[in-house]
Protein backbone atom coordinates (compact mmCIF):
# COMPACT_ATOMS: atom_id res chain seq x y z
CA UNK A 1 0.00 0.00 0.00
CA UNK A 2 1.29 3.36 -1.07
CA UNK A 3 1.76 5.79 1.54
CA UNK A 4 -0.77 8.62 2.51
CA UNK A 5 -0.62 11.60 0.96
CA UNK A 6 -1.45 15.31 2.04
CA UNK A 7 -2.13 17.74 -1.22
CA UNK A 8 -2.69 21.45 -1.39
CA UNK A 9 -2.35 24.08 -3.61
CA UNK A 10 -2.92 28.30 -3.65
CA UNK A 11 -2.55 30.98 -5.65
CA UNK A 12 0.08 34.22 -6.16
CA UNK A 13 1.23 35.52 -2.90
CA UNK A 14 -2.02 38.19 -1.47
CA UNK A 15 -1.52 40.71 1.07
CA UNK A 16 2.22 41.08 2.79
CA UNK A 17 3.16 37.65 1.27
CA UNK A 18 0.43 35.63 3.10
CA UNK A 19 0.02 32.74 0.97
CA UNK A 20 3.64 31.51 0.27
CA UNK A 21 4.06 32.00 4.34
CA UNK A 22 0.62 29.68 4.94
CA UNK A 23 1.88 27.21 2.89
CA UNK A 24 5.41 27.08 4.04
CA UNK A 25 4.26 26.46 7.82
CA UNK A 26 1.95 23.86 6.24
CA UNK A 27 4.58 21.76 4.60
CA UNK A 28 7.11 21.86 7.40
CA UNK A 29 4.54 21.17 10.23
CA UNK A 30 3.20 18.04 7.82
CA UNK A 31 6.86 16.96 6.80
CA UNK A 32 7.13 17.54 10.96
CA UNK A 33 3.92 15.15 12.02
CA UNK A 34 3.50 13.04 9.26
CA UNK A 35 7.01 11.95 8.36
CA UNK A 36 5.94 8.89 6.39
CA UNK A 37 3.47 10.46 4.12
CA UNK A 38 4.26 12.19 0.66
CA UNK A 39 3.50 15.92 0.74
CA UNK A 40 2.64 18.12 -1.96
CA UNK A 41 2.16 21.70 -1.38
CA UNK A 42 2.21 23.87 -4.23
CA UNK A 43 1.26 27.46 -6.11
CA UNK A 44 -0.87 26.84 -9.42
CA UNK A 45 -1.47 29.20 -12.00
CA UNK A 46 -5.32 29.60 -12.23
CA UNK A 47 -6.92 29.23 -15.12
CA UNK A 48 -9.24 32.42 -16.61
CA UNK A 49 -13.25 31.98 -15.34
CA UNK A 50 -15.64 33.95 -17.40
CA UNK A 51 -18.41 34.55 -15.14
CA UNK A 52 -19.43 37.24 -15.11
CA UNK A 53 -20.43 37.56 -10.70
CA UNK A 54 -17.65 35.74 -9.92
CA UNK A 55 -15.95 37.09 -6.82
CA UNK A 56 -11.80 36.55 -6.29
CA UNK A 57 -12.90 34.24 -3.82
CA UNK A 58 -15.43 31.84 -5.37
CA UNK A 59 -13.34 31.74 -8.26
CA UNK A 60 -9.88 30.56 -6.38
CA UNK A 61 -12.05 27.61 -4.51
CA UNK A 62 -13.53 26.69 -7.45
CA UNK A 63 -10.30 26.12 -9.15
CA UNK A 64 -8.94 24.60 -5.82
CA UNK A 65 -11.78 21.61 -6.05
CA UNK A 66 -10.95 21.31 -9.88
CA UNK A 67 -7.17 20.52 -8.79
CA UNK A 68 -8.37 18.36 -6.01
CA UNK A 69 -10.58 16.35 -8.55
CA UNK A 70 -8.23 15.95 -10.52
CA UNK A 71 -5.52 14.26 -8.05
CA UNK A 72 -8.53 12.15 -6.82
CA UNK A 73 -9.35 11.19 -10.63
CA UNK A 74 -5.65 10.44 -11.21
CA UNK A 75 -4.60 8.27 -7.48
CA UNK A 76 -4.75 4.59 -8.06
CA UNK A 77 -7.56 2.30 -5.77
CA UNK A 78 -6.74 2.61 -2.54
CA UNK A 79 -4.33 5.79 -2.06
CA UNK A 80 -4.82 7.41 0.76
CA UNK A 81 -5.31 11.22 0.35
CA UNK A 82 -5.59 14.61 2.57
CA UNK A 83 -6.65 17.54 0.46
CA UNK A 84 -5.99 20.60 2.84
CA UNK A 85 -6.80 24.16 2.51
CA UNK A 86 -3.48 25.96 2.38
CA UNK A 87 -4.09 28.23 5.29
CA UNK A 88 -3.95 24.86 7.73
CA UNK A 89 -1.12 24.02 9.99
CA UNK A 90 -1.06 20.40 11.17
CA UNK A 91 0.11 20.13 14.92
CA UNK A 92 -0.26 16.24 15.49
CA UNK A 93 -0.20 12.57 13.54
CA UNK A 94 -2.76 12.38 10.82
CA UNK A 95 -2.50 8.33 10.76
CA UNK A 96 -5.20 7.88 12.98
CA UNK A 97 -7.70 9.17 10.30
CA UNK A 98 -7.55 5.69 8.39
CA UNK A 99 -9.21 4.10 10.94
CA UNK A 100 -12.54 5.09 10.15
CA UNK A 101 -14.54 2.94 7.66
CA UNK A 102 -14.95 6.07 4.72
CA UNK A 103 -14.70 6.31 1.05
CA UNK A 104 -14.42 10.62 2.21
CA UNK A 105 -14.20 12.45 5.51
CA UNK A 106 -15.53 16.50 6.14
CA UNK A 107 -15.55 18.11 8.85
CA UNK A 108 -18.66 19.55 11.11
CA UNK A 109 -18.94 22.51 13.24
CA UNK A 110 -19.12 23.31 16.44
CA UNK A 111 -23.46 22.93 17.27
CA UNK A 112 -24.86 26.32 17.05
CA UNK A 113 -22.42 27.43 14.62
CA UNK A 114 -24.51 28.88 11.23
CA UNK A 115 -22.57 27.03 8.83
CA UNK A 116 -22.75 23.24 9.91
CA UNK A 117 -19.40 22.37 7.82
CA UNK A 118 -15.92 23.70 6.23
CA UNK A 119 -14.40 21.87 3.44
CA UNK A 120 -11.28 22.92 3.67
CA UNK A 121 -10.11 19.73 5.23
CA UNK A 122 -11.46 16.32 3.20
CA UNK A 123 -9.75 13.26 3.58
CA UNK A 124 -10.04 10.58 1.05
CA UNK A 125 -9.24 7.04 0.46
CA UNK A 126 -9.36 6.44 -3.12
CA UNK A 127 -12.33 4.17 -4.88
CA UNK A 128 -14.42 4.53 -7.83
CA UNK A 129 -17.60 5.42 -5.27
CA UNK A 130 -14.65 8.67 -3.87
CA UNK A 131 -14.19 9.66 -7.39
CA UNK A 132 -17.66 9.64 -8.23
CA UNK A 133 -18.07 11.96 -5.51
CA UNK A 134 -15.27 14.26 -6.20
CA UNK A 135 -16.90 14.73 -9.64
CA UNK A 136 -20.30 15.31 -8.60
CA UNK A 137 -19.17 18.12 -5.76
CA UNK A 138 -16.96 19.41 -8.59
CA UNK A 139 -20.04 19.74 -11.24
CA UNK A 140 -22.30 21.06 -8.93
CA UNK A 141 -19.38 23.61 -7.86
CA UNK A 142 -19.90 24.33 -11.48
CA UNK A 143 -23.41 24.71 -12.14
CA UNK A 144 -23.76 26.81 -8.32
CA UNK A 145 -21.04 29.39 -10.38
CA UNK A 146 -23.67 30.10 -13.41
CA UNK A 147 -26.97 29.66 -11.32
CA UNK A 148 -27.14 32.53 -8.50
CA UNK A 149 -30.36 31.76 -7.38
CA UNK A 150 -29.36 27.69 -6.75
CA UNK A 151 -26.38 28.77 -5.17
CA UNK A 152 -28.01 31.86 -2.85
CA UNK A 153 -30.27 28.87 -1.61
CA UNK A 154 -27.60 26.24 -0.48
CA UNK A 155 -25.03 29.48 0.13
CA UNK A 156 -27.64 30.46 3.51
CA UNK A 157 -27.19 27.10 4.79
CA UNK A 158 -23.75 26.01 4.18
CA UNK A 159 -21.78 29.40 3.10
CA UNK A 160 -19.05 29.59 0.30
CA UNK A 161 -19.34 27.77 -3.07
CA UNK A 162 -17.64 25.03 -2.17
CA UNK A 163 -19.15 24.15 1.07
CA UNK A 164 -22.32 25.42 -0.78
CA UNK A 165 -22.15 22.71 -2.91
CA UNK A 166 -20.79 20.01 -0.74
CA UNK A 167 -23.92 20.61 1.62
CA UNK A 168 -26.14 19.92 -1.66
CA UNK A 169 -24.37 16.61 -1.73
CA UNK A 170 -24.40 15.18 1.77
CA UNK A 171 -28.00 14.47 2.08
CA UNK A 172 -28.38 12.58 -1.46
CA UNK A 173 -27.89 8.60 -1.52
CA UNK A 174 -27.02 8.08 -5.19
CA UNK A 175 -23.45 8.91 -4.87
CA UNK A 176 -23.14 5.41 -3.43
CA UNK A 177 -20.28 7.02 -1.43
CA UNK A 178 -19.34 6.24 2.30
CA UNK A 179 -19.05 9.41 3.39
CA UNK A 180 -17.74 10.02 7.49
CA UNK A 181 -17.86 13.34 9.71
CA UNK A 182 -15.05 14.55 11.55
CA UNK A 183 -15.40 16.91 14.66
CA UNK A 184 -13.59 20.31 13.53
CA UNK A 185 -12.46 20.47 17.20
CA UNK A 186 -9.92 17.47 16.49
CA UNK A 187 -9.43 17.56 12.66
CA UNK A 188 -9.58 21.26 11.55
CA UNK A 189 -10.04 23.79 14.50
CA UNK A 190 -11.65 26.95 13.17
CA UNK A 191 -13.62 29.98 14.37
CA UNK A 192 -16.50 27.80 16.01
CA UNK A 193 -13.44 25.67 18.20
CA UNK A 194 -10.63 28.25 18.73
CA UNK A 195 -11.78 28.92 21.75
CA UNK A 196 -11.35 25.52 23.01
CA UNK A 197 -8.28 24.48 21.43
CA UNK A 198 -6.15 22.09 23.35
CA UNK A 199 -3.01 21.42 22.77
CA UNK A 200 -2.75 17.73 22.27
CA UNK A 201 -6.02 16.82 21.19
CA UNK A 202 -6.45 19.19 18.04
CA UNK A 203 -4.10 17.78 15.04
CA UNK A 204 -4.76 20.55 12.41
CA UNK A 205 -5.65 24.25 12.45
CA UNK A 206 -7.24 26.56 10.16
CA UNK A 207 -5.61 29.76 9.70
CA UNK A 208 -8.95 31.70 8.79
CA UNK A 209 -10.78 35.04 9.35
CA UNK A 210 -10.13 36.28 12.64
CA UNK A 211 -7.31 34.72 13.13
CA UNK A 212 -5.24 34.83 9.69
CA UNK A 213 -5.99 38.90 10.56
CA UNK A 214 -4.59 38.43 14.14
CA UNK A 215 -1.47 37.27 12.64
CA UNK A 216 -0.62 39.03 9.73
CA UNK A 217 -2.28 42.67 10.71
CA UNK A 218 -0.55 42.51 14.13
CA UNK A 219 -3.43 42.11 16.30
CA UNK A 220 -2.77 39.58 18.75
CA UNK A 221 -5.90 38.74 20.52
CA UNK A 222 -6.39 37.28 23.70
CA UNK A 223 -6.62 33.76 25.41
CA UNK A 224 -6.71 30.83 23.02
CA UNK A 225 -6.43 32.77 19.62
CA UNK A 226 -3.11 34.43 21.33
CA UNK A 227 -1.74 31.40 21.45
CA UNK A 228 -2.31 30.18 18.23
CA UNK A 229 -0.93 33.19 16.76
CA UNK A 230 2.37 32.65 18.98
CA UNK A 231 2.30 28.97 17.67
CA UNK A 232 2.27 29.96 14.35
CA UNK A 233 5.13 32.32 14.28
CA UNK A 234 7.25 30.00 16.17
CA UNK A 235 6.34 27.30 12.94
CA UNK A 236 7.30 29.97 10.62
CA UNK A 237 10.45 30.92 12.40
CA UNK A 238 10.86 27.00 11.92
CA UNK A 239 10.10 26.74 8.51
CA UNK A 240 12.16 30.04 7.25
CA UNK A 241 15.12 28.46 9.10
CA UNK A 242 15.14 24.84 7.61
CA UNK A 243 14.66 26.31 4.56
CA UNK A 244 17.54 28.12 4.97
CA UNK A 245 19.73 25.03 5.94
CA UNK A 246 22.49 23.48 4.11
CA UNK A 247 21.22 20.59 1.79
CA UNK A 248 17.67 22.11 0.92
CA UNK A 249 17.87 23.68 -2.61
CA UNK A 250 14.78 25.93 -2.69
CA UNK A 251 14.03 28.70 -4.74
CA UNK A 252 12.40 31.66 -3.15
CA UNK A 253 11.79 34.56 -5.59
CA UNK A 254 12.28 38.11 -4.10
CA UNK A 255 8.77 38.71 -3.40
CA UNK A 256 8.74 35.73 -0.74
CA UNK A 257 12.17 36.47 0.43
CA UNK A 258 10.84 39.64 1.08
CA UNK A 259 7.93 38.73 2.64
CA UNK A 260 10.14 36.30 5.60
CA UNK A 261 13.27 37.90 5.60
CA UNK A 262 13.96 37.75 9.53
CA UNK A 263 14.65 41.20 11.70
CA UNK A 264 18.03 41.85 13.46
CA UNK A 265 16.48 41.81 16.77
CA UNK A 266 14.65 37.95 16.99
CA UNK A 267 14.56 36.70 14.08
CA UNK A 268 10.78 36.88 13.02
CA UNK A 269 9.57 37.91 10.00
CA UNK A 270 9.46 41.56 9.48
CA UNK A 271 5.75 42.65 10.12
CA UNK A 272 3.80 44.33 7.44
CA UNK A 273 3.79 47.46 7.03
CA UNK A 274 1.13 49.85 9.40
CA UNK A 275 -2.63 50.08 7.95
CA UNK A 276 -3.10 53.68 7.73
CA UNK A 277 -6.35 54.90 9.90
CA UNK A 278 -9.23 55.27 7.84
CA UNK A 279 -10.58 58.23 6.27
CA UNK A 280 -13.67 59.44 5.97
CA UNK A 281 -13.13 59.93 1.91
CA UNK A 282 -12.76 57.62 -0.46
CA UNK A 283 -10.58 58.13 -3.47
CA UNK A 284 -11.75 58.17 -7.40
CA UNK A 285 -10.18 55.19 -8.95
CA UNK A 286 -7.27 54.15 -6.38
CA UNK A 287 -5.30 51.22 -7.13
CA UNK A 288 -5.37 48.35 -5.45
CA UNK A 289 -9.26 48.27 -4.84
CA UNK A 290 -11.23 46.21 -2.79
CA UNK A 291 -15.38 45.82 -4.42
CA UNK A 292 -17.45 45.76 -0.91
CA UNK A 293 -21.02 45.20 -0.51
CA UNK A 294 -23.50 47.61 2.07
CA UNK A 295 -24.47 46.30 4.46
CA UNK A 296 -28.46 44.60 4.11
CA UNK A 297 -30.92 45.44 6.66
CA UNK A 298 -34.65 46.66 7.30
CA UNK A 299 -34.46 49.74 5.71
CA UNK A 300 -31.23 49.96 3.78
CA UNK A 301 -30.60 50.14 0.23
CA UNK A 302 -28.48 47.71 -0.91
CA UNK A 303 -25.06 49.16 -2.86
CA UNK A 304 -21.69 48.45 -3.87
CA UNK A 305 -18.83 50.61 -2.99
CA UNK A 306 -15.24 50.41 -4.05
CA UNK A 307 -12.56 51.45 -1.26
CA UNK A 308 -9.00 51.74 -0.91
CA UNK A 309 -7.40 48.23 0.17
CA UNK A 310 -5.44 49.64 2.61
CA UNK A 311 -9.00 50.78 4.29
CA UNK A 312 -10.09 47.94 4.25
CA UNK A 313 -7.41 46.23 5.76
CA UNK A 314 -7.69 49.08 8.40
CA UNK A 315 -11.05 47.70 9.30
CA UNK A 316 -10.15 44.76 9.24
CA UNK A 317 -7.83 45.45 12.15
CA UNK A 318 -10.08 47.53 13.92
CA UNK A 319 -12.78 44.71 14.25
CA UNK A 320 -10.43 41.92 15.16
CA UNK A 321 -9.42 44.58 17.84
CA UNK A 322 -12.96 45.08 19.11
CA UNK A 323 -13.59 41.69 18.42
CA UNK A 324 -16.69 42.51 16.52
CA UNK A 325 -17.93 41.11 12.97
CA UNK A 326 -16.32 42.59 9.77
CA UNK A 327 -19.87 43.52 8.87
CA UNK A 328 -20.81 45.34 11.83
CA UNK A 329 -17.55 47.62 12.03
CA UNK A 330 -18.30 48.56 8.29
CA UNK A 331 -21.77 49.02 8.97
CA UNK A 332 -21.24 51.74 12.54
CA UNK A 333 -18.89 53.15 9.81
CA UNK A 334 -21.64 53.95 6.66
CA UNK A 335 -23.99 54.63 9.40
CA UNK A 336 -21.76 57.47 11.02
CA UNK A 337 -20.63 58.49 7.77
CA UNK A 338 -16.57 57.38 8.02
CA UNK A 339 -17.40 55.44 4.73
Known amino acids: ?3 PRLVSCYFGSGAAGQWPRLARVLELSAR ?9 VRAIVPTRLSVPT ?19 AAAPDGDRV ?4 ADTMVLASLDAVWEHPFDLAYTTRAEGHPFPINAGVIFVRVTEQSRAFMVSWRDENRRMLVDSQRHNTWRKKFGGINQAALGCLLPQADHLASLCALPCAEWNCEDS ?12 VHIKSHLRRAIFLGVAGS ?3 ARLVTLWREREREALADLRSPGRHQVMTARQEEAVQPSAQNGAPIAPPPIPTPRPHLQARPFPMRRRGRPRGPGTIATNVRIPQST ?9 AADKPLATVLREALVSKAL
Open 1 to 3: MNA
Open 32 to 40: RHCPEWQVD
Open 54 to 72: LTAAYAQNTQKLEWWAQVI
Open 82 to 85: ALLD
Open 193 to 204: TWETFTPGATRI
Open 223 to 225: GSL
Open 312 to 320: YDAYCRRAT
